[in-house]
């Protein structure tokens, strides 16, 4: 399906509409808010409305931004500031980005609160772990001992190492396999599980590839890029089909806050 296919396709239903938390740049004094190309065409081509959350600056103004969605995408990007889960900076630290911070972690809480579903990526499953009150791994390379190499240089779609996936978890159910080969650029990763959350994928090294909440309906998160790997396999397209399912049984339910 082609982006604009896909548009005409869900225009034309009663699609569910999806929020993407924007991304920051600041590089050359510029400041620039935006969500690259692949998430917006994942969600589309699942059937959904994308619609791009920015940073509001006021935790109600956001707040109002969620009563317009259905369900919450958290994307990747720079590393989460290690003092929003207790921890002082690690020497390997990469950069980090508050007024990001405040946007991604706030929206999940209150997404969370909502019983919203929510779907992390990359930097978006951690966001989801410190926003739940988990901690992060602030550098593989330096803290896990035999570490793979999770910053790959192979071309984004292309898996280079592989996660098992517990049998009967959500995320099982999502992928419909226990093993999948990912693509990887990280060097942080979930380190202390959330309260009312569970480590659910694992690289052979032992770091955290995906989580999920028992007490939310939908409250995943993968530490790959499977909107990168999406247009050629047909495993990482079940993780958006599989979100847009939940989010569509919970746009009918009047717990759902919108």
Not at 72 to 95: F, R, S
Request: charged share 20%.
């Amino acid at each position: 399906m082609d982006a604009k296919t896909g548009v005409t396709a869900v225009a034309e239903g009663n699609a569910p509409v999806i929020g993407i938390t924007c991304g920051h740049d600041t590089a050359g004094g510029q400041d620039r808010w935006f969500v690259k190309a692949p998430y917006i065409r994942a969600v589309v081509e699942a059937g959904g409305v994308p619609l791009l959350i920015p940073p509001t600056w006021d935790e109600r103004l956001l707040a109002l931004c969620l009563d317009r969605v259905d369900g919450l995408l958290l994307t990747g990007g720079v590393d989460v500031d290690p003092a929003l889960y207790g921890q002082e900076p690690h020497k390997a630290l990469g950069k980090v980005d508050r007024e990001w911070d405040d946007l991604d972690v706030v929206a999940a809480r209150l997404a969370l609160a909502r019983d919203m579903p929510v779907l992390g990526i990359c930097r978006g499953v951690q966001v989801l772990n410190v926003a739940a009150g988990g901690t992060l791994v602030q550098d593989i390379a330096s803290q896990v001992k035999g570490a793979l190499a999770h910053q790959q240089s192979a071309p984004v779609w292309e898996p280079t190492h592989e996660v098992t996936v517990a049998e009967g978890s959500r995320l099982h159910a999502l992928l419909g396999v226990t093993a999948t080969a990912v693509n990887s650029f990280h060097h942080q990763a979930v380190q202390v599980v959330a309260p009312g959350f569970r480590a659910v994928a694992h690289a052979a090294d032992g770091v955290i590839e995906g989580i999920e909440s028992e007490l939310h309906r939908f409250a995943v998160g993968v530490q790959w890029h499977p909107e990168l790997m999406a247009g050629s396999d047909a495993v990482q397209r079940r993780l958006f089909a599989g979100f847009l399912a939940a989010v569509r049984t919970a746009a009918g339910s009047p717990a759902n806050g919108r």
